[in-house]
């Protein structure tokens, strides 16, 4: 049975903790990877706060989710756009965030960057070209 | 009277850091919360904003949310004093009331 291919886009733009809608996304990108699917990772205005390294919530006594997102590659998600201009809001660059990296089989397993950075523009059009946006 | 402000809120997703500053009379404490402690990092779009208020009110921000946020004390903005929980409830009790702005 042959099945169209649709490019998902999961859209998130809450800091995580605060609400539980960051976790919850990471919930429903886990459950969708199942299913054979374009999937991208966008991470827009606090959004980008999800990707933070170094997190530690042993203070707060709240789960710290923010391992899993190391584990993306491990499910075939390696679309994860950041944007620029939410960073630099925030006071935050590239290496502030987590080291994501996804491996390519068709390329003796390297090791390849998940993330890339994006302009404010380049996310409008990612956003455009996507067939079904969840947003987070 | 003295007042403890408190702020739970992203200062890039909700007006209350804004509407806090714009209410707490000087010599007020205010201490950021949750997801309220990335207004005390520096380097933000708010930053001028929260060193402007720092020549009427006292801020402070709790340490542990900054850690779980994986923000150390080197980003917060200097002038802000980090507390932990213990520091959280010194300051409840130092002040007459507490506000929240949620």
Same mark, same amino acid.
């Not at chain 1, 990877?33 to 999937?39: E, K, N």
């Not at chain 1, 089989?105 to 996507?130: H, N, P, T």
């Given at each position: 049975?042959?099945e169209?291919? @649709?490019?998902?886009?999961?859209?998130?733009?809450?800091?995580?903790?605060?609400?539980?809608?960051?976790?919850?996304?990471?919930?429903?990108?886990?459950?969708?990877?199942? !299913?054979? =699917?374009?999937?991208?990772?966008? !991470?827009?205005?606090?959004?980008?706060?999800?990707?933070? @390294?170094?997190?530690?919530?042993?203070?707060?006594?709240?789960?710290?989710?923010?391992?899993?997102?190391?584990?993306?590659?491990?499910?075939?998600? @390696?679309?994860?756009?950041?944007? @620029?201009?939410?960073?630099?809001?925030?006071?935050?660059?590239?290496?502030?965030? =987590?080291?994501l990296?996804?491996?390519?089989?068709?390329?003796?397993?390297?090791?390849?960057?998940?993330?890339?950075?994006?302009?404010?523009d380049?996310?409008?059009?990612?956003?455009?070209?996507?067939?079904?946006? !969840?947003? !987070? | 009277?003295?007042?403890?402000?408190?702020?739970?809120?992203?200062?890039? %997703?909700?007006?209350?850091?804004?509407?806090?500053?714009?209410?707490?009379?000087?010599?007020?404490?205010?201490?950021?919360?949750?997801?309220?402690? &990335?207004?005390?990092?520096?380097?933000?779009?708010? %930053?001028?904003?929260?060193?402007?208020?720092?020549?009427?009110?006292?801020? &402070?921000?709790?340490?542990?949310?900054?850690?779980?946020r994986?923000?150390?004390?080197?980003?917060?903005? $200097?002038?802000?004093?980090?507390? $932990? &929980?213990?520091?959280?409830?010194?300051?409840?009790?130092?002040? $007459?009331?507490?506000?929240?702005?949620?």
């Amino acid at each position: 049975m042959s099945e169209t291919i @649709k490019q998902f886009l999961y859209l998130n733009r809450k800091a995580p903790y605060g609400t539980i809608y960051a976790w919850e996304s990471l919930e429903v990108v886990l459950i969708g990877a199942a !299913f054979d =699917q374009d999937v991208s990772l966008a !991470f827009v205005d606090d959004g980008v706060y999800q990707l933070t @390294k170094g997190q530690d919530t042993a203070g707060i006594g709240m789960k710290n989710f923010s391992p899993t997102y190391a584990a993306l590659g491990d499910y075939e998600v @390696k679309k994860i756009f950041v944007e @620029k201009e939410s960073l630099e809001e925030r006071g935050l660059s590239l290496d502030d965030l =987590q080291h994501l990296v996804w491996e390519d089989e068709d390329d003796d397993y390297a090791e390849k960057d998940s993330i890339k950075l994006v302009s404010r523009d380049e996310m409008a059009a990612i956003m455009d070209g996507a067939d079904v946006v !969840f947003s !987070f | 009277m003295s007042t403890l402000h408190t702020v739970n809120k992203s200062p890039f %997703e909700k007006t209350s850091l804004d509407a806090c500053l714009a209410h707490a009379t000087a010599g007020s404490n205010v201490l950021l919360i949750e997801d309220g402690v &990335y207004a005390a990092t520096k380097g933000t779009a708010v %930053e001028q904003r929260v060193k402007q208020a720092l020549d009427s009110v006292k801020l &402070y921000v709790l340490g542990p949310d900054l850690v779980a946020r994986g923000l150390s004390d080197d980003r917060v903005i $200097d002038g802000i004093s980090v507390v $932990d &929980y213990a520091g959280f409830v010194d300051l409840a009790a130092e002040n $007459d009331k507490v506000q929240a702005w949620l």
